[in-house]
């Protein structure tokens, strides 16, 4: 709280300072009235997103980190990707009546995703698929194991889930940044890389508070 409030200080005082300099070299943007300068117009500021001190407090973990990191924003447009496909899909099947319209749409949309991501995908390593998992869960609300077995059946997606364990993936698993370490780290990642543009923004399904789950971790330590 204190250094939120040294932060709005100088925050206060910058602004401040500003608008004098403001007023000594542009005086037509001001109206002066018996001494009180009202200025004409707004002044521009950029949100300012305030995120608690970073997770880790070591070395180790520092390196952990970093390496997660890099990670996690390289499959994050993916999972941002199956978020929009899966809204849209959803939003299509609402206004299709028959039942095989909407099998032959889930096919085209199946087709379409399994073509455009294949091939990158075939080329994440498995720590990189188990990190997507993860975030598809977090941006859809949905396992990936249900998103398949919604889009064709139960029997594929037990295949594709019974497969995904031999590369020691499971297609059930969720994210769950108040029990477990690393997507904690994951949502912590995200919301840093939000704020300094590495990454574009898109909401989520399940937001958090980076720090609620602080505070929960520092109990925990």
Do not use: C
């Not at 001001?30 to 070591?58: A, C, H, M, Q």
């Not at 609620?212 to 925990?220: A, E, G, R, S």
């Amino acid at each position: 709280m204190f250094k939120q409030y040294l932060f709005f200080l100088f925050l206060f005082s910058t602004l401040i300072s500003s608008s004098q300099q403001i007023d000594d070299d542009t005086a037509t943007d001001y109206i002066r009235i018996e001494g009180d300068t009202i200025v004409k117009g707004s002044i521009g500021l950029n949100e300012v997103l305030l995120l608690p001190r970073r997770p880790f407090k070591n070395s180790e973990q520092i390196r952990k980190y970093l390496i997660l990191k890099r990670k996690t924003i390289k499959v994050y447009p993916y999972s941002v990707m199956a978020s929009k496909r899966l809204k849209s899909l959803n939003n299509r099947l609402l206004i299709i009546k028959t039942k095989r319209e909407r099998r032959r749409y889930t096919r085209m949309v199946q087709k379409f995703l399994e073509d455009e991501l294949t091939p990158e995908l075939s080329k994440l390593t498995k720590s990189e698929g188990q990190i997507l998992i993860k975030l598809i869960y977090r941006q859809t609300g949905i396992s990936t194991y249900n998103l398949v077995k919604n889009l064709r059946n139960g029997v594929k997606a037990f295949l594709y889930n019974t497969t995904a364990r031999f590369f020691d993936l499971n297609l059930k698993t969720e994210f769950n940044p108040e029990i477990i370490l690393d997507d904690y780290y994951i949502e912590d990642i995200i919301q840093r890389s939000v704020r300094d543009n590495l990454i574009e923004y898109n909401e989520p399904k399940n937001k958090h508070d980076l720090f609620k789950l602080k505070t929960l971790w520092d109990k925990q330590n």
